[in-house]
């Protein structure tokens, strides 16, 4: 044999051996089907995962594995559904199909398979398929007790539910001894009473019983919960605790029951106490019931182990959808950033932490993370992400108008204070031009003062009016009448600036859609003031031979009332003013105070509404004010 072909097949035996040793040192299993189905060969890991040795694999198929195969809900795993099988007919593969094995000895183990097809470059069916493999086994069994504590909880709640309802207590110790068996599996589970029980005796019940919980009472227990656990069963401290919650609902309901039986005794005092407890339980059910923060459950590397409704209605993702999947599918908005981040810092430290963030619908979330490890020492994080929007706002609101209401003052002082000498300088200004006026050399410098005296005049009327206390006087005033007045005040502005106001208000009260508007109980002439700022601040920003709208609609939302809206067609906010519109005295118009929209926030806050300013997206602003059908409150 010539030597360069002995060192071919050399080589080759060489790659062959290395390539085997890859595969068994795989800590997947690996097992290799030929076109028949047979298996040819496997890995050290799939006979360790499987529980059998080489010999008891090789040449078996999918039909015969020597295991019992099953899907996760417990039903046959047909021969024609494994991804060998489906692989070798269809030439696909197949990824992550979960299967359960039932060995002979009783014992059972999940798996996670893939399977891959094998060609040869001329032949476009698979010779071979590879099936790959996994051990999910402890995952498996992490979800099983997560739907068991689930399967806890929901029995306490109910139990909760029937102690505080009332149900007969025959009924309900036999609903606890069910549902307790159920959830805890157990051989047995029985509720006794203890109203003939003496110390020096024992009952049978005991002796066979695994666990022993007291049911108090009134100096004494009034009973027992007796449990008793399969073969090779035990309990815990979880299974104990959730024993004695059960012992104690029970507890409160047999209270419950001696309660409601003194107080029909009691007669009439006694029905109107029991009436009491049932309102006060009502409404504490209702209360439990709006605490509605996003929960997750997720391991320390960041995957989704379980979320609560109001979580994946926050993501708008389905349960199956996110489970077992990176936090990241959640989206790359907020809160789920601020989570990923906090994640890696506890990660780090292994310390609970906490960290506000605000979304792109502007929503304030404040996100607390405490790790926690479960029975079986796997690691993972608790995460509440509660809207703390409202809270955030009336902070934001408070400061505003604790530093409105100074400035106020402030202004208003300085306005008195000025408004005096200002009104002498103006009369000697009359004074003087009535005196001199006809000449020309001094007429120029009589229109510069009259025209600055003006100024000032105005500057001095809008400080006293943003000074002005909260004194409404409040009347019933129509939507359509607070459009119709603004518009009239404010046409000789528009007619000199060759701006269109078109207001959208109703005329005919029996064929109008808007008709249907309620009343508004508002200060007519401070209203009217409102949109009239608000109107002249967009004629004098619109283009000439353009047009202003003003019109009104329902508002949507918690809150009832009327949402109007100013349209412009002028250049809009630039992106850096949209925060500081409404401050005292921030203006980009050149000779303007910049106190008019402060003013016209002052009023709208006064009756209880809200004034908001944002961008149109097809150019201009928008101006929107909320009034409510009542002020809730008076601003100071």
């Not at 708008?316 to 601020?338: N, S």
Request: hydrophobic share 40%; charged share 25%.
């Amino acid at each position: 044999m010539p030597k360069s072909r002995e060192a071919a097949e050399s080589a080759l035996r060489e790659s062959e051996e290395r390539f085997r040793a890859v595969v068994a040192a795989l800590e997947e299993g690996i097992v290799l089907h030929e076109a028949d189905g047979s298996i040819s060969s496997c890995n050290a890991s799939a006979c360790r995962i499987l529980g059998l040795p080489e010999g008891q694999i090789l040449g078996r198929t999918a039909r015969n594995p020597g295991w019992r195969a099953i899907r996760e809900d417990g039903s046959r795993f047909e021969p024609e559904s494994h991804p060998a099988t489906i692989t070798l007919l269809t030439g696909q593969p197949c990824s992550r199909v979960i299967m359960g094995i039932e060995r002979n000895d009783g014992t059972r183990s999940w798996i996670s398979l893939n399977s891959r097809p094998l060609r040869r470059a001329d032949d476009p069916d698979p010779y071979a398929v590879a099936v790959s493999f996994t051990d999910i086994t402890h995952l498996k069994a992490s979800e099983i007790e997560l739907r068991r504590r689930a399967d806890q909880q929901s029995v306490v709640a109910d139990l909760g539910r029937h102690a505080l309802e009332g149900t007969p207590i025959p009924a309900l110790l036999d609903e606890a001894a069910r549902r307790t068996r159920q959830a805890l599996d157990l051989a047995g589970c029985v509720i006794v009473e203890r109203k003939d029980h003496k110390g020096d005796q024992t009952d049978p019940e005991i002796e066979l019983a695994t666990s022993v919980v007291p049911i108090p009472g009134r100096g004494r227990p009034w009973g027992v919960l007796l449990a008793r656990t399969q073969p090779g069963q035990t309990f815990g401290l979880e299974e104990e605790s959730f024993l004695r919650s059960v012992a104690t609902l029970l507890a409160v309901a047999v209270e419950r029951e001696r309660e409601q039986q003194a107080r029909r005794r009691a007669g009439l005092r006694q029905e109107k106490l029991q009436r009491a407890l049932r309102i006060s339980a009502q409404e504490w059910r209702l209360t439990f019931d709006a605490l509605t923060h996003p929960l997750l459950l997720i391991e320390i590397d960041g995957r989704i182990i379980r979320m609560n409704r109001a979580a994946r209605d926050l993501a708008g993702i389905g349960f199956e959808e996110a489970v077992y999947h990176p936090l990241a599918i959640l989206g790359d908005t907020q809160p789920w950033l601020a989570i990923h981040d906090l994640l890696s810092e506890i990660e780090d430290t292994g310390a609970a932490g906490s960290v506000q963030a605000r979304d792109d619908q502007n929503r304030f979330w404040d996100i607390s993370m405490s790790p926690v490890t479960s029975p079986d020492g796997q690691d993972g994080v608790v995460v509440v992400a509660r809207d703390i929007t409202d809270l955030v706002r009336l902070q934001e609101s408070l400061r505003r108008s604790e530093t409105m209401s100074a400035m106020g003052a402030l202004v208003a002082g300085v306005a008195h204070e000025v408004r005096n000498p200002l009104f002498g300088i103006s009369a000697t200004l009359d004074a003087f031009e009535s005196s001199v006026g006809s000449r020309k050399a001094f007429r120029r410098y009589f229109d510069v003062l009259q025209v600055e005296v003006r100024r000032l005049s105005e500057l001095m009327r809008q400080l006293l009016e943003y000074g002005k206390p909260a004194r409404l006087d409040l009347a019933a005033l129509a939507p359509d009448d607070i459009i119709a007045a603004a518009c009239a005040a404010c046409g000789h502005l528009a007619g000199e600036a060759g701006v269109t106001v078109r207001p959208e208000v109703s005329t005919d009260l029996r064929t109008d859609l808007r008709a249907d508007l309620p009343m508004l109980h508002v200060d007519r002439g401070r209203i009217a003031q409102v949109f009239q700022n608000l109107l002249e601040n967009a004629i004098q920003h619109s283009p000439r031979d353009s047009s202003v709208v003003l019109r009104a609609e329902p508002a949507a939302g918690e809150r009832d009332g009327v949402r109007f809206v100013v349209e412009d067609s002028g250049p809009g906010f630039l992106p850096g003013d949209l925060h500081h519109v409404f401050e005292p005295f921030f203006t980009r118009r050149r000779g303007g105070t910049g106190l008019g929209l402060s003013i016209v926030q002052r009023i709208v806050e006064q009756h209880g509404g809200e004034v908001a300013a944002a961008n149109r997206p097809g150019g201009g602003a928008w101006m929107k004010v909320f009034l409510p059908l009542r002020p809730r409150r008076l601003s100071p």
